[in-house]
């Protein structure tokens, strides 16, 4: 792995400068990311045209455009007219920057770490157009598989794997897994509550997840998920927010539950496997 630069002593993939590049690149994929989210539904590119203010239409000139720090130096106006931006620009910028950080602190340097940026990326995109029109754009979902299972061929150790063709077949059946494990939680659903319980895209999503993680990673972020969605989704009916069949998207909760595997999840999915199995029983 980076032969080329074996000579550089291994501390040095773990200082400060490269922290903070990595955290600035990541600020500029987040900004990217902001674009996606506002374009991608609506079928616009997400190339051209440059950004631009929504109120007065004039372009925002590169020095206005710089990720997160743009905001605050314009306390969150345009320049030109004064018309507000959200913060959330600045938040995804600030969220994909420190995700992008945090992958490369916990498995820098490995070539699987432009795989869960890529993944992450992805996971945030879907998890924003999720939250804004209740659907997950398929060049996410259907994407992700496409890209996850040959990125598994191309990078076993995704899969703590050797060789091309056990990455590639243990990404297939995460997958596999992903996917028909959502979709049987929606079909039985379904079935209870004789509606759809549960959106195809979520169940794409989760294919996609899989094709990346593999299959115990689908384990935990369906079960973590369905805990974490359930609880707030009760906790919001509690409240009176939120009607019995009120439309919660699934996406975030398993996109952060994908994430949090990435983030020692893992660890704690071992550590419940040897407490079932007794003594420390290697699963
Ligand atoms: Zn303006």
Redesign the pocket.
Known sequence: MFDAYADIPPEFWQSPPVWITIWCLGACWGSFLNVCIYRIPKELSVVAPGSH?F????PVAWYDNIPVLSWFILRGK?R????PFSIRYAIIEAITATLFLGLWIQYGPSWVVPCYWLMAFGLLLGSGVDLDEFWIPDRVTWGGILIGLPLSALVPALHGQETALQGLLYGAAGAALGFGMLWTVGAIGTFLFKKDAMGFGDVKLMGAIGAFLGMPAVLFTVFAAALVGSIFGVTMILLGKNELGGRIPFGPYLAAGALAWLFGGDALFEAYFNLISGNGGAL
């Open positions: 203010c109120s007065c239409k004039k345009c030109n007219c004064g018309a």
